[in-house]
């Protein structure tokens, strides 16, 4: 019926608004602050333990970092992944670019990499703390 039509478009629309405030906000989000963690749960409280190693990485380093919970809006936790074309959670940007998720943060943590990132970055970190972490993982 045209009444089905209408409120099918209706809802696709509305689909579509959704999606994209989320790329809005992403952006706004990744935009205004340095660092930024999208992760199931919040850095006091990871919900996933690919989240958890990733936040505790930077908590440890003493790292200054924005973290949005994706559980908390499935519209953000979908835009995400389009927005990076990155299939995962969690996903760390910093100065609005996307670096990667756990495995990749763990690697650039280990190498001495995501030091560089920070560094390079003008981004404030414990280095003590860093080369702590890869003295134990080492």
Known sequence: SAASDV???????KGQTEMTDATT?????????????????????PQCGFSSRVAG??????IDYA????LA??????GIKDYSDWPTI???????????????ITEMMLSGELDTLFAENNVKFD???ADKIREANG
């Open 7 to 13: 409120y099918k478009r209706q809802l696709y629309t």
């Open 25 to 45: 906000q992403i952006k706004d989000t990744i935009t205004k602050n340095d660092v930024v963690l999208f992760m199931k749960g919040t850095k006091s409280m």
């Open 57 to 62: 990485v930077l908590n440890y380093m003493e």
């Open 67 to 70: 973290d949005v919970n994706v």
């Open 73 to 78: 809006d499935e519209n953000i936790r979908q």
């Open 90 to 104: 969690p996903q760390l940007y910093v100065k609005g670019e996307f670096v990667g998720g756990c495995d990749i």
């Open 127 to 129: 280095k003590e703390a």
